[in-house]
């Protein structure tokens, strides 16, 4: 079976654009959840999506969005980019059920550089 | 929140040595992971390990949940060990599930 996948593999911006990043998540499972990790750090929590519903969210600012289609794959959006938005972006998918725990399984991410 | 302390930050070995990572937590948790993320970025998972002793090859992992640790231990280490290890812990509050990361161990294992 095929892991997570995430496209792009890389993406360059400029400051004020809007940038869309893209998960698929392993077969069968409908939790897809989002991280950014900055050079140097660890990842940090930005979004849950469980059955097309966001179940959680992080300290993060409006201008990050997200999205769950049918298929259970995910779109994360960024809007009016800022320097610091630059890192890499990981995606999460799981079996998981809302009260449960299980394994997350990350993908390869996408490393977004702002200019 | 809850906060996950990793030691050591870096850690330099010669292939063949031995280690052992600390991953600390402040408070219960329900879910505990160990990656390696390789030099693209990868994340790999090691252990699911919320609790007891597990085992794979030349890693192991335990988990003192009561105690608030976990350890990590490599043996007969290799050079494609190299990389950063990463302690996760979950706290599923039933609405919701969220890893919280440590910063990581940096571990190069040297020829």
């Known amino acids: 079976d095929a892991g997570v996948t995430q496209s792009p593999t890389h993406l360059i911006k400029t400051r004020g654009q809007h940038v869309t990043l893209r998960c698929s998540p392993i077969?069968?499972?409908?939790?897809v959840s989002w991280y950014q990790q900055v050079l140097g750090q660890g990842p940090q929590f930005i979004f849950q999506?469980?059955?097309?519903?966001?179940?959680g969210r992080g300290n993060f600012p409006d201008r990050f969005s997200a999205r769950q289609f049918p298929n259970y794959s995910s779109e994360l959006n960024v809007n009016a980019l800022l320097l610091g938005d630059s890192a890499l972006y990981l995606c999460?998918?799981?079996?998981?059920?809302?009260?449960?725990?299980?394994?997350?399984?990350f993908g390869p991410g996408t490393r977004l550089t702002v200019l | 929140g809850i906060q996950v302390e990793q030691s050591p930050p870096d850690l330099i070995l010669q292939e063949g040595a031995n280690s052992t990572l600390r991953c600390n937590f402040s408070?219960?948790?329900?879910?505990l992971q160990w990656f390696h993320q390789n030099p693209w970025g990868q994340l790999i998972n090691l252990f699911y390990?919320?609790?007891g002793t597990k085992q794979n090859g030349r890693l192991s992992a335990t988990t003192v949940a009561t105690e608030r640790y976990s350890l990590l231990y490599i043996s007969s280490s290799q050079t494609t060990d190299s990389g950063v290890y990463f302690c996760?812990?979950?706290?599923?509050?039933?609405?919701?599930?969220?890893?919280?990361f440590g910063k990581g161990t940096l571990l190069t294992v040297n020829p």
């Open positions: 077969s069968g499972h409908k939790s």
């Open positions: 996760a812990v979950g706290d599923s509050g039933g609405s919701n599930y969220k890893l919280t």
């Open positions: 999506y469980y059955e097309k519903e966001e179940r």
């Open positions: 408070d219960s948790v329900n879910n």
């Open positions: 390990i919320p609790s």
């Open positions: 999460a998918s799981s079996s998981w059920t809302s009260g449960s725990t299980d394994t997350q399984y």
